[in-house]
């Protein structure tokens, strides 16, 4: 079974009026957290029409970073992505804060084992502030686990 994600993550608020202003949707994640996920729709609406991989993402849409730089001046935003299939696959984060790029870009490549801080999802979340618990690490604290496909973060 697959796992695909890319999506941005920030304070619930913050994320809402982002959302809002994009005619896209968002959901709470917990700990005062919310999720847009990068649909293929929010992705083509926001697109600059630049080719390549921004700052190593396969799904950052062109100059799409500079506007998270830009929202990142109210309070910091992430932004992740992860694709596994039958428990292979890669995953990236990065953070932006007061304007500017704060973590990263992390990623980890397929066949690459997650370093001792956590993987990079978990560390770009870490940097917004969201705790673990449980013995699990930050991606479980806000069940980043419970859609396997980007868009139905979406439905």
């Known amino acids: 079974m697959g ?5 941005v993550i920030a304070g619930e608020e913050l994320l809402r009026t982002i959302a809002r202003d994009l005619s896209a949707a ?13 649909t ?5 609406s926001v697109t ?3 080719s390549g991989r921004v700052l190593g993402f396969w799904g ?6 500079q506007r998270l730089a830009e929202w990142s001046a109210a309070g910091p935003v992430a932004f992740v992505e992860a694709d596994y299939f039958g428990g292979v696959g890669e995953q990236r984060a990065a953070v932006w804060d007061g304007g ?20 990079p999802i978990s560390q770009a979340l870490r940097r917004l502030g969201v705790a673990a618990s449980g013995g699990g690490d930050e991606f479980d604290a ?4 419970r859609h396997r496909r980007c868009e139905d973060w979406a439905g």
């Open 40 to 44: 293929d729709d929010l992705f083509d």
């Open 60 to 65: 950052l849409p062109g100059r799409f970073d």
């Open 3 to 7: 796992y695909e994600l890319r999506a």
């Open 48 to 50: 600059s029409g630049d």
């Open 100 to 119: 500017a790029l704060e973590l990263g870009p992390l990623g980890i490549s397929e066949g690459q084992r997650f370093p001792a801080d956590g993987s």
């Open 26 to 38: 968002d959901t709470a994640l917990g700990q005062g957290f919310s999720l847009m996920p990068m």
């Open 142 to 145: 806000v069940r980043l686990g």
